[in-house]
C-alpha cells in the first residue's frame, strides 16, 4: 500500500480518498477506526492491531500531534517486541511509505488535530 497524500482531515491510499482516520494493514484499510478516549489510544482500541502480529506499529498522532498513546499500549508493544514509531501524522506516512515493503507494518493515523 502506498500513500500518495495526507493534509488535515484527509488521505490519499492506493488512489482512494479518506475523510477519517484510518488503519493501514497489509492486505486492507480500516477507515471506521475510532478510539474510547478520542484523542487517546489505550490497549482496547488497537486490540485488532495486536492480533496481526505486526513487526512494527506506526502512530501518526495527528496533523499537530494531538493524539496520545498510552503507557500501557507502549508496554504491550515492548513485551511483545513490536517497534513502535509515534509520529505527528506527517512524519508517519512517510515513514510508512518507506518502510512498508520491508517488514510487516501497521499503521494507525489520526488525520486531524
Known amino acids: 500500500m502506498n500513500i500518495s497524500s495526507y493534509s488535515f482531515g484527509q488521505i490519499i491510499i492506493d488512489k482512494k480518498e479518506y475523510n477519517s482516520d484510518v488503519i493501514i494493514y497489509q492486505d486492507r484499510i480500516d477507515s471506521s477506526w475510532w478510539r474510547k478516549k478520542s484523542h487517546s489510544v489505550t490497549i482496547e482500541d488497537i486490540a485488532d492491531i495486536l492480533k496481526k502480529q505486526a513487526e512494527t506499529i506506526i502512530f501518526g ?53
Open 61 to 113: 498522532t495527528g496533523f499537530y500531534g494531538m493524539m496520545k498513546i498510552e503507557n500501557q499500549v507502549k508496554e504491550e508493544c515492548a513485551k511483545r517486541g513490536i517497534n513502535l514509531i509515534i509520529e505527528k501524522s506527517g512524519k508517519a506516512v512517510q515513514i510508512f511509505n518507506e518502510s512498508n515493503q520491508e517488514q510487516k507494518v501497521i499503521a494507525a493515523l489520526h488525520l486531524t488535530c
